[in-house]
C-alpha cells in the first residue's frame, strides 16, 4: 500500500516538473550588496554625512571599529548566503569568529569604564546615543530583508540560527551605514549604542524570523 | 543496486532543466537511498512516510542545488531536515499528552533501534528510558510510568526534553 503510494507521489511530481534557474550565492551578495548601498544612500540622503568624512576621512578608532563592523556583517552575510544550500558537512560558522573579533570593542569599552566611570559615562550621553540605535536598526532593514527573502525562497536547515545571522548580518551592516553619518568618536559611544544595534537586530532575527523559514 | 554521486547529480541537472525521464529515474533512485538513510535512524513504520516527505521537500527545493556541489550532501541536507522535524513533532506530540506512536516489536523495529542507540546513549538515562519505552516500543504514558518508577506527567517532561535534545544532537551532526 505503501509502495504504492510512493510510486504515485513520484508519478505525480515527475508530471509537475517544471525547469529551475538553480540559485547562485553571486545573486543573492547582488541583493544583499543593493540593501547596504540603499540603506547607506538613504541614511545619507536624509540626515546627511557626517563633516570631516570627505575632508579629513575617519579618526583612527572609528575607522577599527568601522571594519570590524563591517568584518562582522560580511561573515553573517557570507554564513547567511551558504546557509541558503544546504549540504551535510557545510560549515556555515565563520562569522563567529568575526563576531568575536568585533568584541574587542565592548571589551575596550569596559576598559574605558574601569579606567574612568564618569567621563565614559558622559562620552555614551553625549551626543545622540538613541539616535544612533535607531537608524543603526532602520538601516539595516535592506541587508536583512535581501537575506530574509533569500532564505526563505533557499533551504535553511536550521531556521534558528539563520535568524540569527540574518539579525547580526542586519545589525551590523546598519552599523557600519550609522558610522557614516554619526560623527562621535568615542569608543564607549561606538560599542554601546552602535553595538547595540547589532544585539537588538540579532536578538530581533532570533526571536521573529525563523518561524517564517521553516519549509 | 544503490545510486551511485556521479549518475545523482547528472539526472539532477537534468531534472534542473525539465528533463521528467531523468526527474523520475533520480526520485526513484533518491527514494532507494533515503530508505536506507532513515532505516538507521527511526522506526520502520516511520519511514515510507518520512521518503514521502523528503521526495516533496525535495522536489520544492530542487533549485537549491548547485550542479559545482556534490548531490548526495545536499539530498542528506534535506533528508536531516525532515527527520529533525518529525522529531519535533513527536516531541509537541509529547507535550500535548498525545502518546499513540506505538510500533510493532519484530526484528524490524529492534533493527531500527540499534541505530538511534548511540544518540540516546548521549540523552540522560531516564529521557532515553521515556523514549525508549513510549516513542520506539510503543507504551503508554501510564505504561512507561509504572515501568520507569516516574508519575506520568515526569515521564511526559522526559520525552519532551529528551526529544528536543536529540532535535538539537542530530541538528549539529
Excluded at chain 1, 4 to 16: E, T, V, Y
Excluded at chain 1, 133 to 156: E, H, K, N, T
Excluded at chain 2, 120 to 125: M, S, T
Aim: hydrophobic share 50%; aromatic share 8%; charged share 20%.
Amino acid at each position: 500500500m505503501k509502495d504504492a503510494s510512493i510510486d504515485n507521489l513520484i508519478d505525480d511530481l515527475a508530471g509537475d516538473l517544471a525547469p529551475v534557474r538553480p540559485r547562485r550565492v553571486a545573486r543573492g551578495s547582488l541583493w544583499v550588496a543593493a540593501g547596504w548601498v540603499g540603506g547607506a544612500a538613504a541614511l545619507v540622503w536624509i540626515f546627511g554625512m557626517r563633516k570631516d568624512l570627505v575632508v579629513h576621512g575617519m579618526p583612527p578608532l572609528s575607522m577599527l571599529a568601522f571594519w570590524l563592523t563591517a568584518a562582522t556583517g560580511l561573515a553573517a552575510t557570507w554564513s547567511a548566503l551558504r546557509m541558503g544550500l544546504p549540504g551535510v558537512g557545510r560549515d556555515y560558522g565563520g562569522w563567529r569568529w568575526a563576531v568575536g573579533a568585533s568584541l574587542s570593542l565592548p571589551l575596550a569599552a569596559l576598559a574605558a569604564c574601569i579606567a574612568d566611570g564618569h567621563a565614559a559615562m558622559e562620552a555614551a550621553r553625549h551626543g545622540f546615543g538613541l539616535r544612533c540605535l535607531l537608524q543603526g536598526l532602520a538601516s539595516g532593514l535592506g541587508v536583512g530583508a535581501a537575506l530574509f527573502f533569500w532564505l526563505r525562497a533557499g533551504a535553511p536547515t536550521s531556521p534558528t540560527r539563520a535568524g540569527w545571522v540574518i539579525g547580526i548580518a542586519a545589525g551590523a551592516a546598519g552599523a557600519t551605514i550609522v558610522a557614516l553619518h554619526c560623527s562621535s568618536d568615542e569608543v564607549v559611544h561606538i560599542a554601546f549604542w552602535h553595538g547595540s544595534a547589532v544585539l537588538l537586530s540579532a536578538i530581533a532575527g532570533r526571536l521573529i524570523l525563523p518561524r517564517f523559514l521553516r519549509w | 543496486m544503490s545510486p551511485d554521486e556521479p549518475s545523482l547529480a547528472r539526472l539532477m541537472t537534468a531534472s534542473q532543466r525539465g528533463d521528467r525521464a531523468a526527474y523520475r529515474a533520480l526520485l526513484v533512485g533518491c527514494r532507494r537511498w533515503l530508505e536506507r538513510y532513515f532505516a538507521r535512524r527511526i522506526a520502520p513504520h516511520q519511514i515510507d512516510d518520512l521518503v514521502q516527505e523528503t521526495l516533496v521537500s525535495m522536489h520544492r527545493k530542487l533549485a537549491t542545488w548547485d550542479s559545482g556541489r556534490a548531490f548526495l550532501p545536499w539530498l542528506a541536507a534535506i533528508a536531516r531536515y525532515r527527520w529533525i522535524d518529525m522529531l519535533r513533532r513527536q516531541r509537541d506530540e509529547a507535550e500535548l499528552g498525545d502518546n499513540d506512536a506505538a510500533v510493532g516489536a519484530g526484528d524490524e523495529a529492534v533493527h531500527a533501534r540499534l541505530s538511534i542507540d548511540h544518540l540516546l546513549a548521549l540523552l540522560p538515562p531516564k529521557q532515553a528510558q521515556a523514549i525508549t519505552l513510549v516513542k520506539i516500543e510503543g507504551a503508554s504514558i501510564a505504561e512507561a510510568s509504572q515501568i520507569c518508577g516516574q508519575s506520568e506527567s515526569l515521564v511526559k517532561v522526559n520525552i519532551h526534553r529528551g526529544l528536543k535534545k536529540l532535535a538539537e544532537l542530530i541538528e549539529s551532526e
